[in-house]
């Protein structure tokens, strides 16, 4: 079956400092591999994806994922945190067993708080 | 530009009654997807949508229906509300390459 995990419930970190998001997956084939964040009240917004090519992937204000396909890991990074970083932040997978609609399976998501 | 929107964004019902929220996207994106969250359960897809009139079940249909008449519509629709139907919704659109794009969300209260 497919899935992805996120190990860690939260992450804190403080400002200035480097941040990594941990996200480990299971797929059978080529994944399709997601970040979305989402601020308080507010809905998911798309942060970046892997598809193929490149492992290092980068994305919006400043996060950058790096694809490891003999670890099964999709860790989100970026190099100096900012406390407008604070949020929640989900990993995502495509579902290609259930048939072609584009579903995705998402982690339970990693609280990150960003300290001054 | 408004992408996609949900309305309400807020909703308070009493168990029973039937609630619609609706869900409008401007992109016309063949792909659309109810999910729900609550705390302890993350993302749950309710159900989803591959182009006008095709609908299927998610994770969590029971006590919900939907219908596509329109590429950019994608009402949900809770028959009898319940208690346990008390959570934040979220509508999302997808252009065909596995990116979906999410609405603002309606949080809605079931007394």
């Known amino acids: 079956a497919q899935s992805v995990a996120q190990p860690e419930d939260q992450v804190n970190v403080a400002e200035g400092n480097p941040l990594t998001v941990k996200c480990t997956y299971s797929?059978?084939?080529?994944?399709?591999l997601f970040w979305y964040v989402q601020y308080p009240n507010r809905g998911l917004q798309f942060l970046l994806k892997y598809i193929t090519g490149d492992n290092l992937v980068k994305g919006s204000y400043g996060f950058e994922a790096e694809f490891n396909k003999s670890q099964t890991s999709f860790h989100l990074k970026k190099p100096s945190a900012l406390v407008s970083d604070s949020a929640l932040y989900f990993c995502?997978?495509?579902?290609?067993?259930?048939?072609?609609?584009?579903?995705?399976?998402f982690g339970a998501g990693t609280r990150l708080a960003v300290h001054p | 530009d408004a992408g996609i929107t949900q309305s309400p964004r807020y909703k308070i019902t009493e168990t029973g009654r039937q609630v619609t929220l609706m869900c409008h996207q401007t992109w016309s994106h063949s792909y659309m997807f109810w999910y729900r969250q609550d705390l302890g359960h993350g993302l749950r897809l309710i159900y989803y949508s591959a182009a006008a009139d095709i609908t299927d079940k998610g994770e969590v249909p029971d006590g919900y229906v939907v219908s596509r008449s329109k590429t950019e519509n994608f009402p949900l629709t809770l028959e009898s509300a319940t208690r346990s139907q008390t959570s934040v919704y979220f509508c999302?659109?997808?252009?065909?390459?596995?990116?979906?794009?999410f609405g603002p969300g309606t949080r809605l209260l079931v007394l």
């Open positions: 797929v059978s084939g080529n994944p399709y």
């Open positions: 995502a997978v495509r579902d290609f067993v259930s048939g072609g609609y584009n579903k995705l399976i």
């Open positions: 999302a659109s997808d252009p065909g390459d596995g990116t979906q794009y």
